[in-house]
Every structure is written in C-alpha cells, then in structure tokens.
C-alpha cells in the first residue's frame, strides 16, 4: 500500500490542476487581503465595539465559506479519476499482475489523495486567518488556540468526506459520470443547508418544509453540517459566547454531535464501500 501512496503523491504533484489551484490560490488571497486591508480601516471608524467584532466576524466568516468551497471543488477533482482514470488506460492490467491487493490500490490512492488535500486545507486555512488577523488588529476578536485547532480538525472531515465519495464514485463510474455526480449531489447539500437556515428565519408549514429539505440533503451529503460546525467552533470565545452576526440574530442552528458521528460513520461507509465494489468490478 505504501507503493500506492507515493505513486498517487507523485501523480497529484504533476497534474496541472494542482499548480492551477495553487496560481488561483495566490491570486485570490491577494484580492482578500487588498479587500479586508480597505474594509477593516473604515471598520475602524465605527464606535460600537460588539458590531466591529460581529462585522469582523463576518469577514473572515466569508473567508471560511470560500475555503470550503475551493477545498471542495479541489477534492472533487482530485477523487472521481484516481480509480477510473486508470481503468479506462487499463493501468491496473500490469499493476494487479505484480503482488498487490486491490484494496491496497483503493486506499492507498485514498490516503495519497487525501494527504495533498489536507495540506492545502492547512494551507489555506491558516493563510484567511492570518489575513484576518493581520488587517483585522485591534478590531478582530481574539481566537484562542483551542477553537482554532478544532475548527481547522472539522474543516479537515470536508476534503475526507468528499474524497471518499469521489473515490466510492471512481470505483463505480467513469470519470466524468463520477465527476458530475459528486458535483450535483455537493451542490445540493449545499442548498439544503441554505434553505434550511432560511428555515428559521420563518413560521409556519414552510418552515418545516425547509427544514424537513435540509436534513435530509445533510444525512445524503454532509458537507454544509462540516462548514457549520467549523464556524461555530472558530467563532465561540473562551469564555462559551459565539460572535457570529449569523448566530446573534438566532439562526444559527449548530450542528449536534450525533451528526458529527454520522459523518465518521458516513466516510467509513463510503470507503468499505469503494473497497467491495472495486473488488468485484471487472477490469
């Protein structure tokens, strides 16, 4: 297996999506910064000290939503093909001819993939914090070490889970039919959750309609229950309070830990799940 995953690390640092991404990156943390750099000197302006924090909350709030968004789109590509692609080059022919197992293909394209990932994840996430906290000074609240360490160990499930849903997809499909389908299906968790925070906003049938909508959306794909979660740690202070404007207008509904365990639970699934089906499919 370890064969595999440094066969899969060297492929993903020779793919063009990755220095891609990375140009993308570089450019888009520099429209951010020359953003934050504007807006938190006219924020400075403001004497109401809890709506500077609750604003400055926001901006890096938006920040975390883009993460997500990159580091999803990111891990959707680098799954669906790491299986299929292969298939379709017949790679496997010669592989499988020499003494490895398949499900030492499955995961250790899944742990090569997801090594990449989670470095980017670090990557970015520290790079929108320190953005933040280096336009933000003297107005941006204070985070302390714990909540910055559990949020980014949450925004960690996003790539995973996504991986092992790209990777279960890749075993089952080919490339571009995994592609779309994990796109379709992340967008409409994405929308779920959306319209489930709508939900709170109003009273009547609708209200568990939209509800109803986005926890369903949340047990089919997961990812907006992970967004949520890695706000709501990052944005609560030491002392229990949450400075998320979203929160302190009452509809933030922050996800639960049984949901937490669903996800684990989610991306075990997914993987054993990826490892029965490419060891039946016929090469």
């Known amino acids: 297996m370890n064969t595999m995953i440094r066969l899969t690390l060297l492929e993903m640092l020779k793919k063009k999506i990755l220095y891609l991404t990375l140009i993308l ?3 888009f943390l520099t429209l951010y910064g020359v953003a934050l750099n504007f807006a938190y000197d006219s924020l400075r302006n403001e004497a109401e000290v809890l709506l500077r924090i ?9 920040g975390i939503y883009a993460t997500g968004f990159i580091i999803s789109f990111l891990s959707v590509f680098a799954s669906v093909g790491a299986i299929s692609s ?7 022919d010669a592989i499988l001819s020499k003494p490895i197992a398949r499900y030492e293909i499955v995961l250790g394209r899944f742990i090569g993939v997801l090594f990449v990932l989670l470095s980017y994840t670090t990557f ?8 933040n ?7 941006i609240a204070n985070f302390t ?16 889970l996504l991986s092992s849903v790209g990777i279960y997809l890749s075993c089952s499909l080919s490339t571009m039919g995994a592609g779309v ?25 609708a209200k568990e309609v939209l509800t109803s909508i986005g926890i369903i959306t949340s047990l089919v794909i997961p990812s907006d229950i992970i967004y949520r979660k890695t706000a709501s740690l990052l944005f609560t202070t030491g002392s229990g309070m949450n400075i998320s404007l979203q929160d302190m207008l009452g509809a933030s509904v922050q996800p639960s830990g049984i949901m937490m365990a669903y996800i684990g639970v989610y991306i075990i699934g997914m993987v054993v799940l990826a ?3 490419f060891q039946g499919r016929d090469l």
């Open 25 to 27: 990156t570089a450019i």
């Open 54 to 62: 609750a604003v400055s909350g926001q901006f890096l709030s938006m």
């Open 86 to 92: 292969e298939i379709e080059q017949g790679t496997y």
């Open 124 to 131: 970015l996430y520290s790079s929108i914090l320190g953005i």
């Open 133 to 139: 906290m280096l336009f933000g000074k003297g107005i």
């Open 145 to 160: 070490t714990i909540s910055l360490i559990k949020s980014l160990g949450v925004l960690y499930l996003l790539p995973t």
């Open 181 to 205: 389908t994990l796109v379709i299906i992340y967008f409409c968790g994405m929308i779920g959750g959306i319209l489930e925070q709508i939900g709170h906003f109003i009273t009547g049938s």
């Open 275 to 277: 490892l029965r089906k």
